[in-house]
Structure formats: structure tokens, C-alpha cells
């Protein structure tokens, strides 16, 4: 089984300042992915980055890098530079790799509002 | 390239009627996925599909839903004898394969349901 934690359920940041999202998760999967999607009022899931558990170096796309701890179980977005466009929710998943493993199990989700 | 299309974005229906959604995954997928997301409930997985098999069902909360997947491309999810709690936004999302090359799972806008 596996199971996903974000505390936050609501997140403000300034403008052109970076923010931490938080995720922790719980898996008996020796190996597994982490993943990050992004949630605008639209509704479209988009894909933002992606971790696996054997990567040793954190993952980066652009402006987001995930800070994976693997010790901690913990795997927070990180956004650089915020700006207004990535107001929306946030959701972190998981799922394990190879075999059987398909699904994607994810998180209750943070708001993150951006103020100019 | 294209994404992944659902039609229709928005359905109302009555109580006890039945209804079809639809999703085109992106062109070479293999792998096809349909969630859904409700306020009570977060995101919760319902089927999958590697071609046009379905090897766990087990998402699926009732015998009212059921879903099939032809040529390896199109997908139709139908509820039966809709019932309120039906209410959600019903999302796909495709992949190159289930494994642990082509992880990431590419969503649609998904498909607004509304029962009356």
C-alpha cells in the first residue's frame, strides 16, 4: 500500500519569491517513482517532475526541483521564482516501478496563490 | 503533438440514466488510465488498460461502471443507473507503457459529471 501526505492544504508566496511544497510518503515498494502535477482552475493534470528512488541526485525541470530525502521519506517541490501563472494546485503522487505497479496514488493536494 | 482528449467536458444527467465518457490517449500510448476526482475523496484510480486488456478493475466502485478500450486508442468509461454520488470529474491520463520506462502518466481535461 502506499500513501501520500501534504499538510498544507493552502500556500501563499510573493511573486518572484521561491516556495516549498510539502510531501511525505509511505510505500513497502523497494523501488518507486515521485511525482509532481500541476492543477489550474482549467482542471488539466499537467506533469511537472519526476524522481525516482534510485536517482542519488535531485531531480530539476526549469523553475521546479524536487527535494528528495529518501532517509525522510520526504520528496518537496520546490518552485523558484514564483510567478503569477503557478497559482494552483499542487499534488504529489507516487507509484511503484516494474512488475505489476501502474497506478498513481496522490496526495489531497496544496493551493498555492501567488500575490503580485 | 496532441494530447489527451475527453468529450465531453461537461454532462449533465438525470438520476438513473446512463452515460458515456470518452478519452483519446495520445497517439503511440499503450498504457491507458482513467481517475476520478471528487471534493470527499481526492483522486481515486479506477481502471487501467495496457492495450486493450484491463488487468485491475479493481478500482471501479460499483458493477455500474465499466469501461472498455479498442485498437489499442480509444476509451469509453460507462456508468450505469447514475446515481449522485456519481458527481466528480472523471480524468484519463495514457502512457508510453506501464513500466517503469515511460512513467508519466499524461492527463486529459477531463470530464465534468453532474447527476441530478
Known amino acids: 500500500a502506499q500513501k501520500i501526505t501534504q499538510t498544507q492544504p493552502g500556500m501563499f508566496v510573493q511573486e518572484k519569491e521561491a516556495v516549498t511544497l510539502d510531501c511525505t510518503y509511505d510505500t513497502s515498494d523497494q523501488s518507486y517513482g515521485l511525482f509532481w502535477y500541476k492543477q489550474p482552475s482549467s482542471g488539466e493534470m499537467i506533469f511537472l517532475i519526476y524522481q525516482g528512488s534510485y536517482d542519488e541526485q535531485n531531480a530539476t525541470e526549469g523553475r521546479y526541483s524536487l527535494n528528495f530525502q529518501k532517509a525522510r521519506k520526504s520528496a518537496n517541490l520546490v518552485i523558484s521564482a514564483s510567478q503569477l501563472g503557478d497559482s494552483a494546485m499542487y499534488f504529489c503522487?507516487?507509484?511503484?516501478?516494474?512488475?505489476?505497479?501502474?497506478?498513481?496514488?496522490f496526495g489531497k493536494g496544496t493551493l498555492l496563490t501567488v500575490n503580485p | 503533438g496532441a494530447g489527451v482528449s475527453q468529450s465531453p467536458s461537461n454532462k449533465v444527467t438525470e438520476k438513473g440514466k446512463d452515460v458515456e465518457l470518452r478519452c483519446d490517449p495520445i497517439s503511440g500510448h499503450t498504457a491507458l488510465y482513467w481517475y476520478r476526482q471528487s471534493l470527499g475523496q481526492g483522486l481515486e484510480f479506477l481502471i487501467y488498460?495496457?492495450?486493450?486488456?484491463?488487468?485491475?478493475k479493481s478500482g471501479l466502485p460499483s458493477d455500474r461502471f465499466s469501461a472498455e478500450r479498442t485498437g489499442g486508442s480509444v476509451s469509453t468509461l460507462t456508468i450505469q443507473r447514475t446515481q449522485q454520488e456519481d458527481s466528480a470529474v472523471y480524468l484519463c491520463?495514457?502512457?508510453?507503457?506501464?513500466?517503469?520506462?515511460?512513467?508519466?502518466?499524461?492527463f486529459g481535461p477531463g470530464t465534468r459529471l453532474t447527476v441530478t
Open positions: 503522487a507516487m507509484r511503484g516501478l516494474g512488475g505489476s505497479n501502474y497506478k498513481l496514488t
Open positions: 488498460f495496457q492495450g486493450n486488456s484491463a488487468p485491475d
Open positions: 491520463a495514457s502512457s508510453r507503457t506501464s513500466g517503469s520506462l515511460g512513467y508519466e502518466q499524461y
